[in-house]
């Protein structure tokens, strides 16, 4: 079966820093690319940023030099380092796999100004 299990949320201060975690099951992630979004309360999900299946990133403008995107394959595990948050980051984050259609369940970043 495959599987996104996201993790890794939580409350934070604005400044401070989150890492998530995206667990893959039923597919390798050097075969896949996963991509990362959120969804603000009464927002539109919005694109955060993308690993491919060879490992190059890319990074939505309101995080590009904040977010780093990386994955260990041993662990088919997928990760966003979250730093310098700011309460505009508060949303749920969620994993997806795009090429398949598959979503993680979602994990909420609370930042707190």
């Known amino acids: 079966d495959v599987q996104l299990q996201a993790s890794g949320g939580g409350l934070v201060q604005a400044g401070g820093s989150l890492r998530l975690s995206c667990a893959a099951s039923?597919?390798?992630?050097?075969?896949?690319?996963i991509g990362w979004f959120r969804q603000a309360p009464g927002k539109q999900r919005e694109w955060v940023a993308t690993?491919?299946?060879?490992?190059?990133?890319d990074y939505a403008d309101s995080v590009k030099g904040r977010f780093t995107v990386s994955r260990v394959i041993a662990k088919n595990t997928t990760y966003l380092q979250m730093n310098s948050l700011k309460p505009e980051d508060t949303a749920v984050y969620y994993c997806?796999?795009?090429?398949?259609?598959?979503w993680g369940q979602g994990t909420l970043v609370t930042v707190s100004s």
């Open positions: 690993i491919s299946g060879g490992g190059s990133t």
């Open positions: 039923g597919f390798t992630l050097d075969d896949h690319a």
């Open positions: 997806n796999n795009p090429r398949l259609g598959y």
